[in-house]
């Protein structure tokens, strides 16, 4: 049964003053999902929705990869597009359709079904943790019903042009879009983000239906996730006590020599994964004063300043802290063939954030995980994902300092910052030596340098970049 005027009236005055405190308090955002089969007024509702909606705090996505997508890791396009704080995001299929008909029409196989199942409980999971709601409804429809509603819509002049060819196809595939579907909705019914079946009846009781969740949404708490114990049974993690070069002094011409080799080097591996599409990410973290920077430098003198990009990270922007914390990251991945650096990372959740209580402890226990998922999509993407972790001594450390206050070209680099994260050296030591624990995967190896000596640090960065690009190269991995 239609909606009455009246009725329609008070549910969209409801929805739009609960979408408007939502955009006030920017205490969460919305995400809907609407999946489904073909003829169930997916179009029309959405449509709707954002009619009824405030649409300058509403974004609706019916997304076909771009070639800009297709050259970044896979959820990259979801990342980018996802709503801020006090924001409303509507996905038509989304991620689902994605998996759904690449299953159907027999692009993977179960097996990788099952993995991409998989990877959408995390991504809602993290979401979740986040302060994302999201409201997942799936529409259904019989075939003969469908078939029915099919031929009816082409029969109208208003609506023929709605129907083409792939609206038949997936009528045709009816069965096999059924059964698989049964099995996403299965595996991916979370607590935290359970599925809505609403049967295609007509378009007013969808509305009708589709409302009250959203206005359930937009006015309830947020549900979060439990959280699983972290697996700390990584003992192949690398530990701060050992070193990966030794302090041994080099000559400056030998180092010279040394170094104008190590850069042809990457020069000619870059070209390689430049012509073969391969990103390449490097993660540089660290001590103050540990030479992050000069490594960085030394790296990118060897590149063509056209296919790589440096990132500071700083503490987020007011944009950057109404988005779930990774989405600053997703954002900074290179194309394909293109390198991207980052000079502090996503690991600053695990540090400092850590150390100086800028995250609840139920949040940077839950980044490991996160980081490591993060990591996975990456590789999974094909890149090549470098982490250095560059370790210098606290005698080293102050010395240099002191070098930095005394020196005027340098002593912009050295604040009360640096000073105040020296006094709690203990503490960062041990969440450095966490971070490796947990973060230390096979694909995504931690490598340690340790840069008392500068010469022989910045080489053994050189040297292991170049090993990361070689390895990928000549062995796929």
């Not at 991916?188 to 009250?212: F, M, N, Y």
Request: one cysteine or more; glycine letters at 4%; hydrophobic letters at 40%.
């Amino acid at each position: 049964m239609p909606m009455t005027d009246q009725e329609e009236k008070a549910r969209r005055y409801e929805l739009l003053k609960a979408q408007l405190a939502m955009a006030k308090h920017q205490d969460k955002s919305v995400v809907l999902v609407v999946a489904g089969h073909a003829a169930t007024y997916k179009s029309l509702l959405v449509n709707q929705l954002n009619h009824w909606l405030e649409n300058r705090q509403t974004e609706v996505h019916a997304l076909a990869p771009s070639e800009e997508d297709r050259l970044r890791p896979y959820w990259w396009r979801y990342w980018r597009r996802l709503p801020a704080r006090g924001r409303l995001g509507v996905f038509i299929h989304g991620w689902y359709g994605d998996a759904l008909f690449a299953r159907v029409e027999h692009r993977i196989q179960a097996g990788a079904f099952y993995d991409r199942l998989k990877e959408i409980n995390a991504f809602e999971t993290m979401l979740a943790n986040e302060g994302v709601v999201v409201i997942k409804v799936w529409l259904d429809i019989d075939a003969a019903q469908q078939a029915k509603r099919l031929h009816e819509m082409k029969a109208d002049p208003a609506q023929a042009w709605q129907i083409n060819e792939r609206h038949w196809q997936r009528h045709a595939q009816h069965s096999a879009i059924q059964y698989h579907a049964q099995t996403l909705l299965e595996e991916t019914h979370l607590p935290h983000a359970p599925w809505h079946c609403i049967v295609s009846e007509s378009p007013g009781k969808q509305l009708r239906d589709i409302t009250v969740l959203l206005q359930n949404a937009l006015t309830q708490p947020t549900t979060l996730p439990t959280q699983p114990e972290l697996n700390r049974a990584q003992t192949n993690a690398p530990s701060l006590n050992r070193s990966k070069n030794d302090d041994e002094k080099l000559s400056k011409s030998d180092y010279l020599a040394a170094l104008n080799l190590a850069q042809a080097r990457i020069a000619y591996n870059h070209r390689r994964c430049l012509e073969r599409g391969i990103p390449v990410v490097l993660a540089f973290e660290g001590h103050d004063a540990a030479g992050k920077g000069g490594s960085i430098h030394r790296v990118t003198s060897a590149l063509d300043a056209r296919f790589y990009r440096v990132h500071s990270i700083v503490a987020p922007s007011d944009e950057e802290r109404l988005h779930p914390w990774l989405w600053r990251f997703w954002r900074r991945l290179p194309r394909d063939g293109r390198v991207t650096i980052f000079d502090r990372t996503w690991y600053g959740r695990v540090l400092v954030e850590r150390v100086e209580g800028l995250a609840e402890e139920q949040d940077w226990q839950r980044a490991y995980r996160e980081i490591n998922y993060f990591e996975a999509q990456l590789l999974t993407h094909g890149a090549v994902v470098g982490k250095f972790f560059l370790a210098i001594s606290k005698e080293k450390q102050l010395q240099r300092f002191k070098a930095r206050a005394n020196t005027p070209h340098k002593q912009h680099k050295l604040n009360d910052e640096d000073w105040r994260n020296r006094k709690n050296w203990d503490e960062y030591q041990c969440a450095i030596n966490d971070m490796l624990m947990h973060t230390h995967t096979p694909g995504a190896p931690w490598h340690l340098i340790n840069t008392d000596e500068k010469r022989c640090a910045r080489l053994a960065v050189l040297n292991h970049v170049n090993r990361l690009l070689a390895n990928r190269l000549e062995n796929g991995s």
